[in-house]
């Protein structure tokens, strides 16, 4: 078992940034093993893809975060990272974590509990 916890979500007013991390252990955990990903919902809409990143630390990110947001992890420190930059309104969500291992036989996918980040004036 994995467990993530997510932290650094707040209220920040638009056009400001926030860095959310997330911090995974586990009994025999190798972290570098595990791709690593942040999703987003809000109230009635689907968990969205922000950014996810790879085990060989390629990115990749969700169109409407593309330029604003980016993702990086420290293998050292089992821990992946979000900086968000320029926040708009429509940023606003709980945003998890989520952390994938996979192999020949199968998929295994952890979550996060999520951290709420609102952007508001």
């Known amino acids: 078992q994995v467990q993530l916890v997510e932290s650094g979500g707040g209220l920040v007013q638009p056009g400001r940034s926030l860095r959310l991390s997330c911090a995974a252990s586990?009994?025999?955990?190798?972290?570098?093993?595990?791709?690593m990903a942040w999703y987003r919902q809000t109230p009635g809409k689907q968990r969205e893809l922000v950014a996810s990143i790879t085990v060989g630390g390629y990115p990749n990110y969700g169109d409407s975060v593309k330029g604003r947001f980016i993702i990086s992890r420290d293998n050292d420190k089992n821990t992946v990272y979000l900086q968000m930059n320029s926040l708009k309104p429509e940023d606003t969500a709980d945003y998890y974590c989520?952390?994938?291992?996979?192999?020949?036989?199968?998929?295994?996918?952890?979550w996060g509990q999520g951290t709420q980040v609102t952007v508001s004036s």
């Open positions: 989520n952390a994938e291992l996979h192999t020949v036989a199968r998929t295994d996918t952890y």
């Open positions: 586990g009994d025999g955990l190798i972290f570098n093993l595990y791709a």
